[in-house]
């Protein structure tokens, strides 16, 4: 006769990490990941962000042992910011044919062909406010930022660079790129929308990264509201319609929902980009022993691909790489 106990036992299938890698619903690879690289115009040698350890900003010199460093590793994608020497009202280092993510482009192209190479796109780095395009006063003009961003999107296409990144939530940014490209010959330059990006406090330690912090104000007036769902599927929608061909979701941790949802209501490639402020406060944690930061950085991955996510932007990517290749 049959003890008494439950006949269905979830736990048989968790009895060995065999078995759980086998029915493993989810998983992670380091071709789900991209690695940012700040490029600094002004330095000569690597100089390391105090609010996010283990990055550093990278001279141009060192653009090409970043890249090879990251394919080595398995990864497919690298996504560049660049600080420029100099900055105006109106972020015209953007364009310059040697400017500093030009440079970076070439030299990471050089240094491992096979990589792609994404540039961030957008104007926070190169003008002088720190906003996100051309001001008309204390107000973001959308179209006459447009309108550089044309400009910005071909001189890097020029470049030879593989992926377009707007990041400034222009409306209708990804339509003028779209056209500024085909206009020029570069129909087949793919583009990667930061279709929905919050005006979030997760982006402290960027700003220090990458010189971008804004000289008043800040950036909600283009930027999403934390509290809206619904209207990341509107931003999404446009984005497709306009001619993007992945989108993104920005930050992560505190927006699985937004990525879900937005992975259910397109059918693109859907990317997530866990920003710095989730990056430091895992490391200040970590520093401090409160908690296992490989099983957290991986949980934390894993999550975003459960959510929906083909691609992480993350600067955990080496340090992800190398654990899988040891798993």
């Not at 953007?94 to 482009?105: F, L, M, S, T, Y």
């Not at 999107?153 to 593989?162: F, I, L, P, R, T």
């Not at 279709?195 to 104000?217: E, I, M, N, Q």
């Not at 209207?231 to 001619?243: F, P, S």
Request: net charge negative.
């Amino acid at each position: 006769m049959r003890k008494t106990g439950p006949v269905i036992r979830p736990r048989r299938l968790r009895q060995s990490p065999a078995i759980r890698r086998m029915v493993r619903e989810t998983t992670l690879s380091p071709e789900n990941l991209i690695y940012p690289i700040f490029v600094d115009e002004t330095i000569s040698e690597p100089r390391p962000v105090g609010s996010m350890p283990g990055v550093s900003r990278q001279p141009i010199s060192a653009v090409g042992e970043v890249t090879r460093e990251a394919a080595s590793l398995g990864i497919p994608g690298i996504i560049i910011f660049g600080i420029p020497k100099e900055k105006d009202a109106i972020g015209s280092s953007g364009w310059d044919k040697h400017g500093v993510v030009q440079e970076a482009i070439r030299a990471a192209k050089k240094a491992s062909p096979e990589t792609c190479v994404i540039a961030d796109t957008c104007f926070c780095e190169y003008t002088d406010h720190g906003h996100c395009g051309v001001l008309d006063h204390e107000t973001v003009d959308n179209d006459a930022t447009l309108a550089n961003l044309q400009r910005e999107s071909v001189s890097y296409a020029e470049a030879g660079v593989d992926i377009i990144a707007p990041s400034g939530m222009m409306d209708g940014m990804v339509a003028a790129i779209r056209a500024g490209l085909d206009d020029k010959g570069f129909q087949d330059v793919p583009i990667m929308s930061y279709a929905v990006k919050y005006a979030s406090a997760y982006f402290g330690p960027f700003r220090d990264a990458a010189d971008s912090t804004p000289s008043f104000g800040d950036r909600s007036t283009y930027q999403m509201d934390p509290g809206n769902a619904r209207e990341a599927i509107r931003e999404a929608l446009l984005d497709v319609d306009e001619g993007a061909d992945i989108l993104m979701v920005k930050p992560g941790l505190a927006y699985m929902d937004i990525i879900r949802s937005v992975k259910e209501a397109t059918n693109l490639p859907m990317a997530v980009y866990n920003v710095s402020g989730e990056y430091a406060m895992v490391k200040a944690a970590a520093e401090r022993g409160w908690i296992d930061e490989r099983r957290v950085v991986m949980e934390t991955m894993l999550n975003f691909r459960r959510a929906g996510a083909d691609l992480i932007l993350t600067y955990h990517a080496l340090d992800v790489a190398r654990w899988l290749a040891h798993d």
